[in-house]
């Protein structure tokens, strides 16, 4: 009772300036100037969350995907396999940036140390991120993680991905079992229609697998116009997982299709990106 008195405002007050808040932030992006928010003060405390207090996460063989990484907003830890601390990060999606790391470095990325932080702003991440480094830099003796360290290339400075395209959609998602007959004109006309297409597990900006992921990064890397197909979406294009093995005589994903043709997959493409090859063959 006496803790309640000496709060600025009662439990019902909490939710009504969280709301206001929550408004002007949506409008505005930033948080109300001169009205400190119940919420950023919550957040605050989450963020004073000791590393070593936290459940470590095997993010190794997929592990990524493990329910316990939300897809909220929140800072994060990365250690190697042996439980060294590599990177300390802030994200506006805790999930999809675990997932880069570990489709782009999967050598560093052993486990992983979490906290969501739902409806935090900016400033919230940008606090708690810096918490979380000044910790580890008192409890090493003065050494920042390596990935946080300047002009770190391996995590600080990590490929360009291009615009952030939606992916083409093959159908209307009204006919969620269509055959391979079917389906077939849809993809002709999508790789007919469009210089470079590549069909991929998950989108361009949130790659479901490593392979997708390292043909989408190469894509990136020559700054060209290319699409993107996800032949996971059943609902926009229904068993393509299936009906573009039979539809290339190719037995894996991702495809990329570039002048009305096959041009290869992940294999190949990386091979010729590589090589400096890739340019050439989608001219």
């Known amino acids: 009772e006496n803790r309640m008195r000496a709060t600025p405002w009662c439990r019902c007050d909490h939710r009504v300036h969280d709301a206001t808040a929550r408004r002007e932030r949506e409008r505005t992006g930033k948080v109300p100037r001169g009205r400190a928010t119940a919420f950023s003060v919550r957040a605050a405390a989450n ?20 329910p316990e990484i939300p897809s909220t907003p929140g800072i994060y830890a990365i250690y190697n396999d042996k439980n060294e601390l590599q990177y300390i990060g ?3 999606k ?37 918490r979380w480094v000044m910790q580890h830099v008192s409890e090493s ?28 959609r093959l159908t209307d998602g009204m006919s969620p079992d269509m055959s391979f007959d079917a389906m077939k004109p849809k993809i002709q006309e999508a790789i007919d229609t469009h210089k470079v297409v590549a069909f991929i597990k ?5 790659p479901e697998c490593g392979y997708s992921h390292r043909v989408v990064n190469a894509l990136n890397s020559l700054l060209i116009d290319f699409e993107t197909v996800n032949v996971l979406d059943d609902k926009y294009n229904p068993n393509l997982l299936y009906v573009m093995k039979e539809f290339s005589d190719w037995p894996t994903i991702p495809q990329v ?13 990386v091979k010729m990106f590589e090589k400096g090859e890739l340019k050439d063959a989608l001219k």
């Open 141 to 168: 003796g003065g050494s920042l993680p390596p990935g946080n360290t300047p002009k770190n290339e391996l995590w600080a400075d990590r490929k360009k991905r291009g615009p952030q395209k939606p992916s083409l």
């Open 257 to 269: 299709y570039a002048n009305k043709e096959f041009l290869g997959g992940h294999d190949i493409i």
């Open 47 to 66: 963020a004073d969350e000791e590393l070593s207090n936290l459940p470590r996460i095997d993010v190794q063989f997929e592990g990524f995907n493990s």
């Open 94 to 130: 805790i999930s999809a940036s675990i997932k880069m790391h570990c489709f782009e470095l999967p050598a560093e990325c052993g486990f992983a140390k979490v906290l969501s932080m739902p409806e935090a702003t900016k400033a919230d991440l940008q606090d708690g991120w810096k």
């Open 90 to 92: 802030l994200s506006r």
């Open 202 to 206: 998950g989108t361009r900006g949130e």
